[in-house]
């Protein structure tokens, strides 16, 4: 009885923890758009890249919930079943991923 609690205590923090870091993504979309590219050289670089892994971390955590709602039997397999929910988490972690690391730039450049 207690491991079952423990089960849902942590599934309840971590999805409160990825929406707390889903919302901290988006006030960053939101506070790079209002800064209207500041003389950054790639500044449409950083939009789009900013854009993408908002998309990509929102799609995580739609698909993690549902693979944790099947997980915990709170959702019947119908449609959504556990592997297709646990390779969407995968693909739009690694897109996520990708979109940090791969599309946005490192060290922004002043425009002179």
């Known amino acids: 009885m207690e491991e079952a609690i423990m ?7 971590l999805m409160v923890g990825f929406t707390y870091g889903l919302f901290r993504q988006m ?11 500041n003389g950054h050289a790639s500044y449409r670089r950083i939009v789009i890249g ?4 908002c998309l990509s971390y929102a799609g ?3 698909f993690y919930m549902l693979n ?3 997980g915990l039997r ?3 397999a119908g449609i959504f079943t556990s592997e297709n929910t646990s390779f969407s988490c995968f693909s739009f972690l690694a897109i996520f991923l ?12 002043q425009v002179e």
């Open 68 to 70: 944790l709602l099947l």
């Open 50 to 53: 900013n854009d993408l892994a």
């Open 98 to 109: 990708i979109a940090k690391f791969g599309v946005i730039p490192k060290e922004v450049k």
């Open 27 to 37: 006030g960053q979309c939101v506070r790079i758009r209002r800064g209207k590219g």
């Open 7 to 13: 089960d849902y205590l942590l599934a309840f923090f």
């Open 74 to 76: 709170m959702m019947p």
């Open 60 to 62: 995580f955590l739609v």
